[in-house]
């Protein structure tokens, strides 16, 4: 252990030598942070916002004068909906640019190819949206929520409202599959009932015998892992075949405020969806990121879960640079970790050991205009379990 | 007593999948039959039909828009047809290869056409909310849409029959099929026959489009979800027999759906292809064998 300790701090001596080398006349100008995230292909439209509430969170920075005394540079590349972009552009980041950090990815397919390259570079990603967990690279901070953080605590509310009979929908790749297996695990732990599980391709928009099967089974409650517009097809042929979200809730796991507003809100309106931010928190640090966005996008700009983790991890980043006097990842991961609970649009929020975040879990139902009213919250923020307990017992995150 | 009740709700989603796989691949089958050219652009056509049907109902809400979406979505496709067939594919009718990776190139610039006109998540065609109901019958209740597809697909197909024998084009149309040398030698204008016919199959494609925008968004990838299933249906009835291709849309369909009581839609949808597969392997002719029914295009 001693060995490598020094391993490491005679590889960050050399390391700062040679930046203090290179750049010596540069320690006062601006330091380079990468923002890869998709501008274009089907995730631009959930991952622009992301990258304009982390690109806010940068500006705000250098308004109220930088990090450690120097100014941001922010380097924005396009992921382009494609793993392997991804991957490529992250190493460009890397390795041209010299970004000292990433913020970005949203789907576990991008993060899964990124993170060979952040190994290697040892270099650190700050990741914004929720995930199957399973996995704790030391070279991610992933803000968004674990299964325990968003998934468990919607069946405790379910479970509360006294619903004993559950059915699972899913599009058909990994996080959904993850999900549900968590789900039914904790589902016949608390002796209630599966009526059953199924899934559709990605995109998919058939769902007349998904639809027969949960008529059928007459579940007292559905939970939805669908992503995209095949919640469109299964919502309208919900609809169709008589069956309404007031006779029978829906509890979505991928709908968020610009998801309903995309769909239409009157579609998917009484439905259920759980987070661990809705644009309608009441809190006076929400409403003020709210009205800053909105005065930078304009009115009609709705803010999401994932965009409010974008912009906390930027902010947390800033406070562990801050804490450790450094701009070097490895350092600033060990002070990410270390830092104090601090306010957030979505509450108090901090890193646990494992690098994901403590965070508050919300349950919201939709309202005709496309927003949530929320209607459930944990009692304490809840701590970030990346290996569910049941599902995958005695699977932990070794530590960093 | 459950159980039948499912099979026989499967029974009608099935016939249910089995309208909408055959409205798609009806345009796919009149084309080939009467050109033998595989149109890889056929879902875009679907897909304009889809986004006019949109583009209407937005203006006039209701079941007045429906009504005008349908004929609306068939011109609008019908013209697109016609344009592909004067530009692309009139310009390559020696060359089948060709058509192949042309057709497919303008499937490229037509979905990001779309993406970059109405963005990349889908838009909703928002039906009348009479439609939105469903019809009970004993234990079981079928949704409107669905039952309403199923009628626009009998009543097209009825309309394709009367077209091709008892119009004077349904006549140029069979003789054109039957040998074009001769044909053309007897003084049939065949080039306007072949764009008729494109067109038309077009504007089918188009009205399956609409169909599609009443069960689930309208995408730029829409067509992609659909021609698989439709080429598929095409191939087993027998390249270009519109009733073989009736014959093979209900065989999938049904088979499709009752394998769904056992299985989840991935594995259904594995299992059809194998179907296929074996039955191409037994019956490579399909269903009906082209030649061998009036109702051949």
């Excluded at chain 1, 695990?185 to 002796?191: P, V």
Aim: aromatic share 8%.
């Amino acid at each position: 252990m001693d060995l490598f300790r020094k391993g490491v701090s005679r590889r960050m001596a050399v390391l700062l030598a040679s930046v203090a080398l290179v750049s010596c006349s540069k320690d006062s100008g601006p330091v380079k942070v990468g923002v890869l995230q998709s501008l274009t292909g089907t995730m631009a439209i959930s991952e622009v916002t992301v990258k304009n509430a982390e690109l806010m969170a940068i500006e705000e920075i250098n308004a109220a004068g930088g990090v450690l005394g120097r100014q941001l540079e922010a380097v924005v590349e396009d992921g382009a909906s494609d793993p392997v972009t991804f991957s490529q552009k992250a190493a460009k980041l890397i390795e041209s640019n010299k970004v000292v950090t990433v913020f970005g990815g949203w789907t576990s397919a991008s993060r899964k190819a990124m993170q060979p390259v952040f190994q290697r570079t040892n270099n650190l990603l700050w990741y914004p949206v929720q995930f199957e967990g399973n996995e704790c690279s030391p070279n991610i901070m992933y803000s968004g929520a674990q299964p325990n953080q968003q998934i468990l605590p919607a069946l405790d509310w379910a479970v509360a409202q006294g619903f004993k009979n559950y059915f699972l929908v899913g599009s058909d790749y990994v996080f959904p599959r993850t999900a549900n297996l968590i789900l039914k695990t904790h589902i016949a732990d608390r002796k209630l009932a599966t009526a059953g599980e199924e899934y559709v391709p990605l995109g998919g928009a058939d769902f007349s015998t998904v639809i027969a099967k949960i008529q059928a089974a007459k579940p007292d409650i559905i939970f939805s892992t669908l992503n995209g517009d095949s919640n469109v097809a299964f919502f309208k042929q919900l609809a169709a075949a008589g069956v309404s979200t007031t006779t029978l809730p829906v509890m979505s796991f991928s709908i968020g405020e610009q998801e309903a507003q995309a769909m239409g809100p009157q579609l998917v309106q009484g439905s259920y969806a759980a987070w661990n931010y809705f644009q309608s928190l009441d809190t006076p640090e929400n409403q003020a990121f709210v009205a800053a966005y909105k005065k930078k996008h304009g009115a009609d700009a709705v803010v999401t879960d994932p965009m409010v983790h974008g912009y906390i991890n930027v902010y947390q980043w800033k406070a562990a640079v801050e804490k450790a006097k450094t701009f070097d990842p490895t350092a600033v991961r060990k002070a990410a970790v270390a830092l104090a609970d601090s306010p957030s649009p979505m509450g108090g929020v901090k890193f646990a050991a494992n690098q994901s975040l403590v965070q508050t879990a919300y349950v919201g139902q939709l309202d005709t205009a496309g927003q949530f009213k929320i209607i459930s919250r944990s009692p304490a923020p809840i701590a970030p379990e990346p290996y569910d307990r049941l599902a995958f017992p005695g699977k932990t995150c070794a530590p960093t | 007593m459950d159980g039948v009740v499912l099979a026989l709700g499967q029974g009608f989603n099935g016939l249910s999948v089995a309208s909408l796989y055959l409205l798609a691949a009806l345009g796919l089958a009149l084309s080939f039959g009467l050109m033998r050219v595989i149109n890889m652009a056929h879902g875009e056509l679907l897909m304009l039909g889809g986004y006019i049907a949109y583009l209407v109902m937005k203006a006039v809400p209701g079941t007045a828009g429906l009504l005008l979406a349908l004929p609306a979505a068939f011109a609008g496709s019908a013209l697109m047809g016609a344009a592909i067939e004067a530009i692309l594919i009139r310009r390559l009718a020696a060359r089948p290869l060709d058509t192949l990776l042309a057709t497919w190139g303008l499937s490229l610039i037509l979905q990001q056409a779309a993406r970059n006109i109405f963005g990349p998540i889908g838009v909703e065609v928002r039906a009348p909310a009479w439609m939105n109901t469903a019809v009970t019958l004993g234990p079981l209740s079928l949704p409107t849409t669905r039952i309403l597809i199923l009628v626009l697909c009998v009543l097209l197909l009825g309309g394709l029959a009367l077209l091709l024998t008892r119009t004077r084009i349904g006549l140029l149309v069979r003789a054109v099929n039957q040998d074009r040398m001769m044909a053309a030698a007897v003084g049939i204008d065949i080039r306007r026959v072949d764009m008729v016919m494109f067109a038309l199959g077009s504007g089918v494609a188009g009205l399956a489009g609409v169909a599609l925008g009443l069960l689930g968004p309208v995408t730029p990838t829409v067509g992609q979800t659909y021609i698989v299933p439709a080429f598929l249906v095409v191939v087993m009835g027998g390249l270009g027999s519109i009733a073989g291709s009736t014959a093979a849309a209900v065989i999938l369909g049904l088979f499709s759906a009752m394998a769904q009581i056992f299985v989840d839609v991935s594995v259904a949808q594995v299992l059809m292809l194998v179907l296929v597969i074996a039955f191409i392997q037994f019956r490579p002719q399909g269903v009906l064998a082209p030649r061998s029914r009036a109702l051949d295009a």
